[in-house]
């Protein structure tokens, strides 16, 4: 089922999770034992990150380095395969431009539809480690809209190869990813806005937004969509902060930034069990704001942390 047809079918506020595929030599059951604790949860749907490959050196045996390709977490494809399977409830995929050329790009997309995965969220990716910047594939996307035009395509039966005709016509329900505090690149809100705006307009049909720990910014970031006429669900993306050095890692990793009314509390904190405990009365609030303010789904970054999910999800449904 799309996830616009569970929001719009939602009697209440419906609860959503992500995950990260884990690293490479674990086996599904290490996905089940994180999900399995959040399933009386009901959530509506899951999504799964995607992880480029990464450029890393090897030592050889004659002490000279090697480069090599390496991805340490690959599987989103299969993991929401198996969840759709073994839970019967929907998985999201995440799909980047980086890495992927054109035609792989197809072929993943094909391998969706053939696995009846009817959703997925579109993004640009960020630089690789080797790399200062974003650096497209030779015949590959530059930015998330390019991406979602493809998909937009296959959904009207529009492949690559122009002599088929009569193509299948995917059913993609697409998320893209939207910035309460705007994008570390983009040089203001506005201009981030209007690229939001054209990835709307080219046929996105929700927004999941980077974690914030603030609701003014989610609630002025939804104020400012809708002036820009962008009418579309924005499902506000959520996590716990569970230890103190979260406080500069996530400013950091992912340019958003910490109240300090929570920073204050955190620092005064003298173990990371009693961060956790902050970081679950912090979100809890920040759940219940965003509930009352009426937000169509509330999606929760578990990354590793299920049981501090849990304690704040009891509260919530
Ligand atoms: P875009 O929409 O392409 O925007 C990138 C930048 O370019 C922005 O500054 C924007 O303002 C600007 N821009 C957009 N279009 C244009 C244009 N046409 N011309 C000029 N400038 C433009 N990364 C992963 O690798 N895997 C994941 O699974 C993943 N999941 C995510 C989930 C969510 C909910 C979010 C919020 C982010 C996720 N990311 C993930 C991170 C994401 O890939 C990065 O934030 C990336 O830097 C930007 O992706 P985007 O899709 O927002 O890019």
Known sequence: MKITDHINEAKKTLISFEILPPLKGKTIESIYAHLDPLMEFDPAFINVTYH??????????????????????????????????????????HLICGGFNLQETENALIDLAFLGIDNVLLLRGDAARNESVFEPEP?????????????????????????????????????????????????NLNSDLQYLKMKVDAGADYITTQMFFDNSKYFSFVDKCRNAGIKIPI????????????LSVLPRTFHVDIPNELSKEIMKCKTDADVALVGQEWLLQQSKDLKKFGVPVLHYYTLGKPDVIAKVVKEIV
């Open 139 to 187: 015949n590959g996307h530059t930015y998330a809209i390019d991406l979602l035009k493809q998909a937009v395509n296959l959904n009207n039966g529009i492949y690559l190869e122009d002599d088929i005709r009569d193509g299948y016509k995917t059913k993609f329900c697409i998320g893209v990813a939207g910035y309460p505090e705007k994008h570390f690149e983009a040089p």
């Open 235 to 246: 499902i506000p993306g959520l996590k716990p902060i569970t230890t103190k050095k979260q």
């Open 52 to 93: 480029r490959s990464e450029q890393v050196f090897k030592k050889k045996a004659d002490g000279t380095f090697e480069k090599v390709e390496v991805r340490k977490r690959p599987g989103t494809v299969g993991i929401c395969a198996a969840i759709m399977n073994h839970y019967k409830i929907d998985a999201v995929p």
